[in-house]
C-alpha cells in the first residue's frame, strides 16, 4: 500500500510535468473507484493547474476553480505519459495536458479515488486530519497533551490521524524502535521527554523513507518511469524472532487492532 513517502515521492516527480500548464480535458473509463469520480471533473476544460500539494495522503491539484484530490488507495500509481501511449489494464483516469502528456491513473484494485472539489474550501475529507508528521504543528509537545488520559496503546495512538496523518504500520514499529518505547505501552504513561523522541524518531523516519523514494510498495513506478522502490533497512519491522539490531535480543511480537507489531522487549520499554 502506498504510505506518505510514496505519495510524497510521487507528488515530486509529477509536479514538475503539471504545475503552470493547462489541463485540457479529463477522460474517465472507471469511475467505480472507492468513491465515485467525481461527476464535475467530467466537465474540466482548459484549467490552469497553479499548484500540486500533498496533505497526508492525499495528493491535491489546485486549479483554478477548485481542487482535485487524488487517493493511490491500496494499488494506485500515476504516471505521467504521452497521451499516444497505449493503455494497460487498470488505466481508469486521464488528465490530459497543453503539453500533449497525460497524467495517467491506474489502479487495479480500485480503492483509490479521484475527486473533485469546487471553490475554495478544502474538503471534508481534510478537515479532520491532525498535523502533518514533518510540519512544524507536529512535536514532542503535541504528542504529550494530546495522551494525556489515554489508555490506547501508543502504537494505535500515534497511527490515528487524528493524531498526526501518515504514520503506517511500518513507521509507527520503527520509530518505536529508535525512541525505546514499547509499541504496546499506554500512551497516557508516557513522558514528555520521551515524546520528543518518539517524534524526533518518526520525522526522521519519514524524512529518511522519502530520500529513498518510498519503502512499501514493490511496483511503484515513479513519474519519470524509473523503478521508485528501494529496499529501506529496517530496524524491527517484519523480523519479529530474529535478533535485535541492537543488542540481540531475539525481537517479539505483538497485535494491535489487526495488525501485528514487531518490538525488542530489551530495548524498548
Ligand atoms: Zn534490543
Known sequence: MPELPEVETTLRGIRPHLEGRILSAVTVR???LRWPVSEALYGLKDCPVIALRRRAKY???????????????????????????????????DLLLDSGKVLRF????????????????????LAALGPEPLGEDFHGDWLFRRSRG???????????????????????????????????RPAGRISRERYQRLADA?????????????????????????????????HVYGRAGQPCLQCGT???????????????????R
Open 30 to 32: 472507471e469511475s467505480r
Open 202 to 234: 518518526i520525522k526522521a523516519v519519514l524524512a529518511r523513507a522519502i530520500e529513498a523514494g518510498g519503502t512499501t510498495l514493490k511496483d511503484f513506478t515513479r513519474a519519470d518511469g524509473q523503478p521508485g522502490y528501494f529496499a529501506q533497512s529496517l
Open 106 to 125: 491506474n489502479d487495479p484494485r480500485r480503492f483509490g479515488s479521484v475527486l473533485y472539489q469546487p471553490g475554495a474550501e478544502p474538503h471534508a475529507l
Open 59 to 93: 495528493l491535491l491539484i489546485e486549479l483554478e476553480a477548485g481542487q482535485l484530490m487524488i487517493h493511490l488507495g491500496m494499488s494506485g500509481t500515476l504516471r505521467v505519459v504521452d497521451a499516444a501511449l497505449p493503455l494497460r489494464k487498470h488505466d481508469h483516469v
Open 250 to 268: 531475539l525481537l517479539k511480537a505483538d497485535r494491535h487492532g489487526q495488525r501485528s507489531t514487531s518490538y525488542c522487549p530489551q530495548c524498548q
Open 150 to 184: 489515554r489508555k490506547v496503546a501508543v502504537k494505535s495512538f500515534i497511527m490515528d490521524n487524528a493524531t498526526v496523518v501518515g504514520v503506517g504500520n511500518i513507521y509507527a514499529q520503527e520509530s518505536l524502535f529508535l525512541a525505546g518505547i514499547h509499541p504496546s
